[in-house]
C-alpha cells in the first residue's frame, strides 16, 4: 500500500524540470501528481534510453530513476548519467537488495527513497538532494565568523546584520583571515598575503589594520593576537 497523502500543499513553484523515469503507469502517474503538489514540474519517461536522449535535449534540475525498467535497468542508466553529467540523481528502490547495490556498488546516486514512498518523504528527500547539489556548485561566496558575515563578491561585511564600512585592505584582510579561521599568520605572510611581495611597508601596517578592524567591526575577540607570532581569526 502507498500511503495516502497528507496535506501539504506546495505554496511556491520549485524552479527546474524533474526528469521522472518510471515504466510502471499508475507509481508514475502518483509520482507525478506528488511533486507536482510540491510546486515540482515533471516530466515524465518510461526508458532508461528515452531519460538519456531527454538529458541530452533538456536543462533538467534532477533525475528521479526507477531500477525496474525495460531495456536499461536504474542502475546502468545511473551509471550513463554519471559518465556524462553530476547532476543529482535520486532512485526508487523497490527492494532491499537494491538498497544494497545503490550502497555497494558507488554508482553515483545522490539518494534513494524506498518504495512504498510516503509523499512527505520523497519531497523532503528530493529538496535535501537539490539543497547539497545546489550548495556544492555555488562558489563560497559568504564567509561567516560569529554573527559577522563577509561576502567576497559584493565586499560587504556585516556584525549581527548592521553593515561595517571598511577600506580595501581592511576588507582584503579580514577575508584572508576568515578564510583561515583558526590558522596564524605572522605579520609578514599577512603582508605578502594581503598587500602583496612588492609592499615595502613594515609590519606594523598589519598591527595597524588589525586595530582598525577590532575598534570598527566592534568584535576584538574575533581577531586574536597571538603572542610573539601574529594573528588568527577564530570562531567564537
Ligand atoms: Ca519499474
Not at 540523481?89 to 546516486?109: P, S
Not at 561595517?164 to 603582508?191: N, Q
Request: charged share 30%; net charge negative; with cysteine.
Amino acid at each position: 500500500m502507498i500511503p495516502e497523502a497528507s496535506a501539504e500543499p506546495a505554496r511556491s513553484q520549485n524552479d527546474g524540470l524533474i526528469l521522472l523515469v518510471e515504466d510502471d503507469h499508475s507509481i508514475g502517474n502518483l509520482l507525478r501528481g506528488y511533486l507536482g503538489r510540491y510546486g515540482y514540474n515533471v516530466h515524465w519517461v518510461r526508458s532508461g534510453e528515452e531519460a538519456l536522449s531527454e538529458l541530452e535535449r533538456r536543462t533538467v534540475r534532477m533525475v528521479l530513476l526507477d531500477i525496474g525498467l525495460p531495456g536499461m535497468d536504474g542502475f546502468d542508466v545511473c551509471r550513463a548519467i554519471r559518465a556524462r553529467s553530476t547532476i543529482p540523481v535520486v532512485m526508487l528502490t523497490a527492494r532491499e537488495e537494491e538498497v544494497d547495490r545503490i550502497a555497494g556498488l558507488e554508482i553515483g546516486a545522490d539518494d534513494y527513497v524506498p518504495k512504498p514512498f510516503s509523499p512527505r518523504e520523497l519531497a523532503a528527500r528530493i529538496k535535501a538532494v537539490l539543497r547539497r547539489s545546489e550548495q556544492a556548485t555555488e562558489p563560497e561566496d559568504a564567509l561567516t565568523l560569529g554573527d559577522m558575515v563577509l561576502r567576497r563578491e559584493t565586499r560587504e561585511v556585516a556584525v549581527a546584520g548592521e553593515p561595517v564600512e571598511l577600506t580595501a585592505k581592511e576588507f582584503d584582510l579580514l577575508a584572508y583571515l576568515m578564510e583561515h579561521p583558526g590558522i596564524v599568520f605572522s605579520r609578514e605572510r599577512l603582508l605578502d598575503r594581503v598587500w602583496g611581495l612588492t609592499y615595502l611597508a613594515g609590519t606594523r601596517t598589519v598591527d595597524a589594520h588589525v586595530a582598525n578592524l577590532r575598534r570598527k567591526l566592534a568584535r576584538p575577540d574575533l581577531i586574536r593576537t597571538v603572542h610573539s607570532v601574529g594573528y588568527k581569526a577564530v570562531r567564537e
